[in-house]
Structure formats: structure tokens, C-alpha cells
């Protein structure tokens, strides 16, 4: 019995010595093991920097018909959708404070040719000239007040968007007795990062399109560069303005543009090896760092066909980049390049 006992105690320690080194030996094949890849050298190919914007139109200029007169409002000469000219009769006030500041005027001019008669041969006081002067000056300004408010023009060409009262209505100062709107130049605000901001000037030129109109462009010009960038979206806007010389657009329109900026030089790589963490927005790449895999996490730009931008601190030209083979990888691998 005990020598049964002894040989199983022998067999169990050969077995597991057995099984100790083959474990060792699948180690040792394990860490020794290098990984078949490709790579490519990176280097910086020219581009066509661009964005995509997108905005709704507005009205190049918008003006309120409010007059600093209130009362009665006589007649309105318009309807929605009119279209305009500058200096067009579009409101007129009750009369009555202007006719009688009319006439008032009329006998203040009378009054004050015969003060200048007067004054030259010497028969009135320095004091009763200038009092009579300024009543005179009074009345010429409340006229000209009086009659820019009585009857109320267009101040530009443009078509009326809205009217919220009817003829013989008491206006009381709120809101507007009409709008007016400039459409045959229209403008637009547009939020563009703030990576961007070096690259962008005014002058610069752009196409707007519709989707209303497919396959048609409006060209359009960056009139002004806001100068400051919003902390909170690190974003700057831009203004653009539109020529709508056909009267197509309409304010409140949506409208989408590519704005091509400056030619420039970037790392593009194969769009492939490009790898995206799960469950996150991450994307990697692996390089090849004197035979042992580097993981390095990059931000992607533009795209163009197969290849794509990739942007790190911890890449530059000439670092050799995992193109195939690289989904068995990770950080420490050895890596066996394959031509």
C-alpha cells in the first residue's frame, strides 16, 4: 500500500512539473511573439483647407416706422410686400400741429425781413433783433421736426414686412406703424471656431445655397471680422453679406456655404489605421517606436477620399505609422514589419 501510495505521489509531481514548463515555454512563445505589420512613413501632403457654415438670412437693413408724433394717423400708402423706394411717402400723421407751426413760420418770416430792414438802418435794438432771431430759428426746426414726422418716407429701398396698424387709428408711439426691410442685399451672422480665426478676412469671398434652389449659388462676401472670441463656445462670428439682386432670397431663410481658406500642409494617413476606443469619442494610432508599438491618441481634421488628418503633439514627419495589423495591437507590442 505504501508503495502504491509513494508511485501516485511521484506521478502527480511529474505531472505537474510537466505541465509547469509547458506553461512557461507558452509564456515565454507569448512575450517573445512579434506581431506582423505594415507601416507607412508619415509625411505632410497640401490640402484645401475649407468649412461648412450654415446660417439664416436677414434683412441687410431692417427699420421701424415709428414716428415721434403720436395721434391720429391719417393714411398709410402701403400693404405688406410693397416695394419701396427711398424717399416714398409711407405714413401720414394728422396735420393739424404742422399747419398751424406752417403758418406760424409764415409770419415769423415776414417779421423777420422787416427785422433785417430795421436792423440795417438802425431803427431796432440788438436785443429785439435776436429775440425775434431765435423765435424764428425755434419755429424752422419744429417745422422740419413737424414735417419728418408728419409725413414719414423711406429712408432706403426695400420692401414693407409688416404692418400693425389700419388708416384712422390712434398711433401711441408702440410698435411700429410699419416695417421695412432691405432684401435686395440681405446679411448673415455666422459662428466659426475660433482654430479658425487667423485664416479668416474680410473680403473674403463664399457661395451661398439654398436648398429651396438646387444646384443654384448666391455670391456672398465676409463684410466684417467680430474681433473677439466668445469664451463660452470658442467661437468668433463673422458677417456676410449676400447679393440678391434677383429678389430669390428671403429673410429667415436657412442657408449653407463651404468657405475656402488658404492652401495648406498636413500629416494625411490612410483612413484605416485610424483606430476609435469603444464606448468613446477617442481616436488612436499606432507607431512604430524602434520595433515596439506606441499607442498615441490624435484628433482627426480633414478628410480626403481614403486619407485623413491626424493631429498630436506626439507625431511628426518621418515617424513610421501601423497600417495593417494594427486592430491586434497594444501598448508594448513587438512588432515584425512586413514590406
Known amino acids: 500500500m505504501k508503495y502504491l501510495n509513494g508511485l501516485i505521489a511521484c506521478s502527480l509531481v511529474m505531472a505537474l ?18 506581431e506582423r505589420v505594415q507601416t507607412e512613413t508619415m509625411t505632410k501632403s497640401p490640402i484645401e483647407r475649407s468649412i461648412e457654415i450654415s446660417s439664416t438670412l436677414q434683412g441687410y437693413e431692417t427699420m421701424n416706422i415709428a414716428p415721434s408724433l403720436t395721434g391720429i394717423i391719417q393714411d398709410i400708402t402701403v400693404e405688406v410686400g410693397t416695394k419701396v423706394h427711398k424717399g416714398q411717402l409711407l405714413v401720414r400723421m394728422d396735420e393739424n400741429q404742422y399747419n398751424n407751426t406752417k403758418l406760424t413760420m409764415a409770419n415769423l418770416e415776414t417779421e423777420m425781413s422787416r427785422m433785417e430792414a430795421l436792423r440795417e438802418s438802425g431803427n431796432v435794438s440788438q436785443q429785439t433783433y435776436d429775440q425775434t432771431k431765435l423765435g424764428y430759428d425755434q419755429t424752422k426746426q419744429s417745422l422740419a421736426f413737424l414735417e419728418k414726422n408728419t409725413y414719414v418716407k423711406a429712408q432706403f429701398d426695400g420692401v414693407i414686412s409688416a404692418k400693425n396698424f389700419e388708416d384712422g387709428e390712434l398711433y401711441g408711439g408702440n410698435p ?21 480665426f487667423p485664416r479668416v478676412k474680410e473680403g473674403m469671398k463664399l457661395n451661398i445655397a439654398s436648398d429651396i434652389y438646387p444646384g443654384k449659388q448666391f455670391p456672398a462676401t465676409i463684410e466684417i471680422v467680430h474681433p473677439t472670441i466668445d469664451a463660452s463656445t470658442h467661437t468668433f462670428q463673422v458677417k456676410v453679406k449676400i447679393n440678391n439682386s434677383t429678389n430669390e432670397l428671403r429673410p429667415g431663410m436657412y442657408v449653407h456655404a463651404t468657405l475656402p481658406l488658404a492652401d495648406d500642409k498636413a500629416i494625411m494617413v490612410p483612413y484605416q489605421a485610424v483606430l476609435k ?15 515596439v508599438a506606441k499607442r498615441v491618441t490624435v484628433k482627426t481634421g480633414t478628410r480626403n477620399e481614403d486619407k485623413v488628418e491626424i493631429i498630436s503633439d506626439e507625431i511628426a514627419e518621418g515617424d513610421e505609422i501601423v497600417v495593417v495589423g494594427q486592430g491586434r495591437l497594444v501598448e508594448g507590442s513587438k512588432l515584425e514589419i512586413v514590406k
Open 176 to 196: 411700429a406703424i410699419l416695417v421695412l426691410t432691405k432684401i435686395n442685399v440681405l446679411k448673415a451672422y455666422i459662428n466659426i471656431p475660433e482654430s479658425y
Open 277 to 291: 476606443l469603444i464606448g468613446s469619442n477617442e481616436r488612436y494610432i499606432f507607431v512604430n517606436k524602434d520595433g
Open 17 to 34: 512539473a510537466s505541465c509547469d514548463s509547458k506553461k512557461k515555454a507558452t509564456t515565454d512563445t507569448t512575450e517573445n511573439r512579434a
